[in-house]
């Protein structure tokens, strides 16, 4: 128990920076477990002295799985200063409904709140829903999900100096996705998820996300994520000088 602490601690405070990273596919190897389940996760790095730097974020997935119909709530708040400025500031609300339709073909309906303060976005809300394919091998050690489909949004910017864009737009985008699973060894596991939304009024208009990592297991209701999500947005809004944002992170788990 005292080693499993050790390293948990340890490879905590080695991550050199702490993101929020949420992971809408993160369903896990093998079938959900009946009833009410979920995780909640945190994360926190902070300096002193040279460096005055105070980064954190909290997360909670519950989800209720009963005669194959899953339902899942995702919900994660990210804070950051550094050197008494905020440069972190981000907000997220996901459920979605997901259901089988044959053995490899489910349909789902979703949708999400957000919002991200250094992107001025001031409120993201969406509703869509489609299609997800589903590949298992016979020990659930391999699982591949492609997913296709759309969704409506409503996006409001905050006002800034010298823009001229729309302070709030409505359209539909595409929402194409892939989730790759690997089980690695008994507590290692491997998962990658991309997605592409292109604007479908607009088709240069597109967004383009990955997150990729590995999850290490400790005992039986934790666990330690290892991650990197990067989010490009092809058409930002206005004083956005960054087309790309890449976000790396260590956060712990805990499992009911």
Do not use: C
């Not at 990955?210 to 994520?225: A, C, L, T, V």
């Amino acid at each position: 128990m005292l080693r499993q602490f050790v390293v948990i601690i340890s490879l905590f405070f080695l991550s050199p920076s702490v993101y929020a990273i949420v992971n809408l596919e993160d369903l896990h190897l093998g079938t959900a477990k009946p009833g009410l389940s979920g995780n909640f996760n945190f994360s926190i790095d902070g300096a002193k002295g040279n460096v005055e730097r105070l980064h954190g974020s909290l997360g909670s997935r519950l989800q209720w799985f009963n005669q194959d119909v899953l339902h899942f709530l995702t919900l994660n708040y990210a804070y950051g200063k550094s050197f008494e400025q905020i440069d972190r500031d981000k907000a997220f609300l996901h459920v979605r409904r997901i259901a089988p339709v044959l053995s490899v073909l489910d349909w789902e309906i979703f949708s999400q709140l957000e919002s991200n303060h250094f992107t001025r976005l001031q409120l993201r809300a969406l509703a869509g829903g489609g299609l997800r394919f589903k590949l298992r091998d016979v020990e659930e050690r391999f699982a591949f999900f492609f997913g296709t489909g759309s969704f409506y949004s409503i996006e409001r910017l905050t006002v800034d100096q010298d823009t001229s864009d729309a302070r709030e737009e409505r359209f539909f985008r595409a929402n194409l996705y892939g989730v790759l699973q690997l089980k690695l060894g008994n507590f290692i596991s491997f998962l990658s998820t991309t997605y592409y939304q292109p604007r479908l009024d607009q088709i240069d208009d597109f967004r383009l996300l990955e997150d990729m990592g590995f999850n290490f297991s400790i005992g039986r209701s934790m666990k330690i994520r290892l991650a990197v999500e990067m989010a490009h947005d092809n058409h930002p809004p206005q004083n956005v000088t960054q087309k790309t944002d890449i976000h790396y992170s260590t956060r712990i788990f805990y499992s009911f």
